[in-house]
């Protein structure tokens, strides 16, 4: 169950509400978010929905049965727009591209794909400065200063930009540099890391774990949610099972699952969903047909000299193809 209290609450009614609960067998979470102030609450008995609906303090209350309620679809009626700034919007209707590099490399790099993105309308862009590599041999990213010069680039041209946080330490540093904040496959249940970013006002896209399931992905966010954080989206970047013919397996059931399940937009990773750059476009399409709310792509200038992720990341005229692409499946979908 879920209590919406009154944006403006003394502490001696908002008491009064939790005592009420208590007496019901409930037990009462507070949860305050940017915009708006929650009670979470367990519980199994049966009760008068008009003994907590009246109090004063109550604006309205629901029935959730879902173990993770804040990110519920069953409470919400409207599902809910991630909002960037300068007409930047993800979800309930908007959908938006987000593309770069697997690791930014060089400040020329930086540019080169800005003006890219910039050429094809695209308005966000991802690239990776602190990257968990599988091999400690691996490139790891050009971390903080990196970000800096990244950021410096995107903020001079209008474009937004998101990337991967791994650890606590980082959380604060790259706050003033970014506009999302991406948790990795790796990091989908490091629950430390989620609680952190629960109580930072930036917006958050958790990607689902290696073999996680879609429930578990749910709880992640649950943990952002009830930790104060509203902005939040859900990435289905592929799944590790038994098939070895492409790098994951890309569950297309989980996007309209997650839309049925939760109010959060729902973004998909083709790159490494498949790991094969010439079926990235069609899992792609694929995708975005199913409901997305976004795409995120792994995009460079030449490929084949890419620090990582050169096999499943698409050249400038092939990412330019698939961006028109998208958008006559969203042209249709909006008809």
């Given at each position: ?53 009246s109090l004063p303090g109550v604006r ?19 599902r809910t727009a991630i909002d960037l ?251």
């Amino acid at each position: 169950m879920i209590i919406q209290l009154e944006p403006k609450l003394n502490d001696s009614t908002k008491t009064d509400v939790l005592q009420a609960i208590k007496k019901i067998g409930y037990k009462p979470s507070p949860v305050n978010t940017q915009f708006g102030n929650y009670v979470v609450c367990i519980g199994k008995k049966d009760f008068d929905i008009r003994a907590i609906g009246s109090l004063p303090g109550v604006r309205d209350i629901h029935y959730v049965s879902d173990d993770y309620q804040l990110v519920s679809r069953k409470w919400k009626v409207e599902r809910t727009a991630i909002d960037l700034g300068d007409g930047v919007k993800i979800g309930n209707g908007a959908f938006q591209i987000m593309a770069g590099p697997c690791s930014i490399e060089s400040e020329a790099q930086v540019e080169s794909i800005v003006q890219h993105l910039k050429r094809c309308g695209v308005r966000v862009m991802r690239g990776g400065v602190f990257k968990p590599r599988s091999s400690p041999y691996s490139f790891r990213g050009m971390g903080l200063d990196g970000l800096k010069m990244f950021s410096a680039v995107c903020r001079a041209n209008g474009i937004k930009l998101i990337t991967e946080v791994m650890e606590l330490a980082q959380i604060e540093p790259m706050y003033d540099y970014i506009d999302v904040y991406q948790v990795g496959a790796r990091n989908s249940q490091n629950f430390n890391l989620l609680d952190e970013l629960g109580k930072v006002d930036k917006p958050v896209m958790i990607k689902r774990g290696i073999s996680g399931t879609i429930e578990e992905l749910l709880y992640s966010a649950e943990y952002v949610f009830s930790a104060g954080n509203e902005r939040l989206m859900l990435c289905e970047r592929g799944i590790r099972t038994y098939e070895r013919a492409s790098r994951n397996t890309f569950d297309i059931n989980a996007i309209p699952i997650l839309r049925d399940k939760t109010h959060l937009p729902v973004i998909v990773d083709p790159s490494h969903a498949i790991g094969i750059r010439e079926f990235v476009a069609p899992v792609a399409l694929a995708g975005v047909a199913a409901g997305a709310d976004g795409i995120i792509i792994e995009i460079h200038e030449t490929p084949e000299e890419a620090a990582s992720d050169g096999a499943q990341t698409l050249n400038y005229e092939e990412s330019a193809l698939l961006f028109k692409q998208i958008r006559a499946i969203l042209d249709v979908q909006q008809a």
